[in-house]
């Protein structure tokens, strides 16, 4: 019944159903960092229909559309305030922490090592079994190494901070390093269209493209899963290679603001076409 409902509701292909009908039989209690987001929310159904809990993480002014209807609980706070997480947390138990935060303007107030040195603590005490985290493609490279703008990689740097946060804590993580992640929302025609051929790689010299409904679905299959702990994943997919081409090319005309579409690296409406004509 639940498969069948959440089939009906993402509208998902057929290797998300394989994956939920033979996914193991033990339930978590999840906590996610940026649940009520793009990936965030899809993940929370996927678990949810697998049987697990779902704790969602959430400022008082957060959209929560993406989850109008969906069984989740709520904690709210400021993720990048120590006495508010403190707040939200006291008392309360998980197996597993999920963070899909997305910041893309850092200061010193708000970036990913400040959450983490908020949260990580709160783990080791709750001993959580897995905290999952989403890292960047280059950020422990020199930015002459790394195929990002310099925005960008100032933002693949933080989270590399944030990563050594985790890893330096002693809780059991798991990181996925990604490179380039389209479409950017939900609402996207092509937010729920998977190519099913995205994979995770601990060659960590790779710098991958993937859609995001294979990340989802990489990230639910590591949710709870022995295979991911302690492990830090590169995903890339050679089924959005031309999406990936795309992303690289539109990163040498970025300046101080992210360029999101750039007509000399072709046409964008083009490049979903022609993936939706493959499929």
């Given at each position: 019944?639940?498969?069948?409902?959440?089939?009906?509701?993402?509208?998902?292909?057929?290797?998300?159903?394989?994956?939920?009908?033979?996914?193991?039989?033990?339930?978590?209690?999840?906590?996610?960092?940026?649940?009520?987001?793009?990936?965030?929310?899809?993940?929370?159904?996927?678990?949810?229909?697998?049987?697990?809990?779902?704790?969602?993480?959430?400022?008082?002014?957060?959209?929560?559309?993406?989850?109008?209807?969906?069984?989740?609980?709520?904690?709210?706070?400021?993720?990048?305030?120590?006495?508010?997480?403190?707040?939200?947390?006291?008392?309360?138990?998980?197996?597993?922490?999920?963070e899909t935060v997305q910041i893309l303007s850092l200061d010193e107030n708000q970036n990913y090592a400040r959450m983490y040195a908020n949260f990580v603590p709160w783990a080791k005490r709750m001993g959580v079994k897995q905290f999952l985290g989403l890292g960047s493609g280059c950020g422990d490279r020199e930015a002459k190494d790394c195929p990002l703008s310099p925005q960008l990689y100032k933002l693949a740097v933080d989270l590399t901070k944030a990563e050594h946060i985790l890893r330096d804590s002693g809780v059991p993580y798991t990181i996925i390093r990604i490179g380039s992640l389209a479409p950017g929302s939900m609402s996207h025609p092509d937010a729920f269209r998977s190519t099913g051929t995205s994979y995770l790689t601990t060659d960590l010299s790779k710098f991958g493209g993937v859609l995001r409904a294979d990340l989802n679905l990489q990230i639910f299959g590591c949710i709870g899963a022995e295979r991911c702990i302690n492990k830090i994943f590169v995903i890339d997919d050679p089924g959005a290679k031309q999406q990936l081409d795309y992303f690289l090319c539109k990163r040498k005309y970025d300046t101080d603001e992210i360029v999101i579409a750039e007509p000399r690296c072709g046409d964008a409406k083009r490049i979903t076409l022609q993936r939706k004509n493959t499929r």
């Open positions: 019944m639940l498969i069948s409902w959440f089939v009906r509701v993402l509208k998902i292909s057929t290797t998300l159903v394989l994956a939920l009908s033979f996914s193991a039989a033990a339930t978590e209690n999840v906590l996610i960092l940026g649940g009520a987001g793009n990936s965030g929310s899809a993940v929370a159904k996927m678990l949810i229909a697998r049987g697990d809990k779902v704790t969602v993480f959430v400022k008082p002014t957060t959209d929560r559309s993406l989850l109008k209807d969906v069984p989740v609980e709520y904690v709210v706070g400021d993720a990048m305030k120590a006495d508010q997480v403190d707040a939200a947390l006291a008392g309360k138990s998980f197996s597993v922490i999920f």
